[in-house]
């Protein structure tokens, strides 16, 4: 673990020296974070700040959690001393200069606010997009930590991270590494019902390393490119669609309430399940499915298919849907690399507007006649 602790010696992680912005002469009337994140879409989390340290809140760490605080101490300030719900809170001395990922989600908000280096551990590798990440992991400086589903507590604790970053689940190896001296935040991001409240986590990355104005410039401008293409997309007729398919015998269907129903209803998307207002996908049957919606003229789909032959290979029934016979069969899964990590599930948490500049180019292709595609592809025959 980096050196750099506070005067009392209590904090967790980072580095010294003035690359790190350490405080070289504590003043407790100083306010050492000047450039304050401000939340506007995200609801799983939320920052406050004192002078030399700030509290990061995650509401829901993982489903069904009680929220859990997080004291960020400004490297080369004392350890506050606090009581009530945070005496017991961890206390992570930021910025931080190493940091376990444990979901791929991460890894763009590292590489957008210019601190890749910071990266030096990922659950498993094999799942990683980004190219300058796995080129980290080939060389090794990061390594992988869990790489068959199970957390390797006695080598973590040896490597003694600045903070492990959970992917929004419980590990019983957590309270472990807590004990440790090894920070667990937790990264809840998909708990989020918007895709701008996913976006926004990059704040919290920020928070732990320091890059606040970084992360301000970064969601502002994703937030602005979303909106205007939402808005481009509600000026044009509504576009029926088939959504999802069947998998173990149900056909899993996007409610208008749903994470990726938000993304369907600002593209222009039109299904008939688009006013249920839950927040889970959508149980069905595929006799449901067929009666009211084979006649969408476009499919889009997140699977392994490369193909409309390996959608009737999985299932034959498929061939009565119109979108077979218009060829508008999409697939969230162009930006896989070949050990079958999805940048979808990577890149795309950060990126938001790239996702809907997708769907409404397949929507709406006059809105967005030249469009390059990120993440969808139309599938061949």
Known sequence: MSGCSSAT?????????????????????????PAKSEITDAENFSLTYENSYQILTVDEPFSGAEPESYVLVKCGAPAPELSGE??????????????????????????????????????????????????????????????????????VVLAAPDVLMTGGSD????????????????????????????????????ALTGTEERAAEVYGDIRTRYLDVAETAAAADPAPVLLGGMSQGTWYMSSGGSFMGKFFGDAGAQWPWDDVTTTGSLPLDFESVIAQASDAPTWLVVNSWT????????????????AIGTGEVWNANKATNETGGN?????????????????????HPEILPD???????????
């Not at 019983?172 to 926004?200: D, M």
């Not at 469009?371 to 025959?381: D, K, M, N, S």
């Open 171 to 206: 590990d019983p190896a957590y309270t472990q590494l807590r004990e440790s001296g090894i920070g667990v935040v937790a990264n809840a991001e998909w708990l989020e019902a918007t895709p701008l409240g996913r976006a926004e986590w990059i704040k919290v990355m920020a």
């Open 307 to 322: 193909s409309i032959a390996d959608a009737l290979a999985d299932d034959e029934r498929y061939g009565s849907l119109a």
């Open 9 to 33: 010696g209590s904090s967790i992680g980072a580095d010294t020296g003035a690359d790190a912005g350490c405080i070289t002469d504590f003043d407790a009337t100083v306010d050492y974070f």
């Open 343 to 363: 940048d979808f599930y990577e890149r795309g948490v950060l990126r938001p507007d790239l996702i809907l500049s997708d769907l409404v180019a397949i929507l």
């Open 371 to 381: 469009h390059e595609f990120t993440f969808y592809r139309q599938l061949p025959a």
């Open 86 to 155: 945070l005496a017991d809170a961890q206390q992570i001395t930021v910025p931080i200069t190493s940091l376990y990922s444990a979901s791929t989600t991460h890894l763009p908000l590292v590489t957008e606010l210019g601190v890749l280096d910071t990266l030096t551990g990922v659950s498993n590798g094999s799942f990683v997009s980004d190219a300058a990440a796995r080129d980290r992991i080939a060389s090794g400086d990061v390594v992988e930590y869990a790489a068959g589903g199970t957390v390797d507590t006695e080598a």
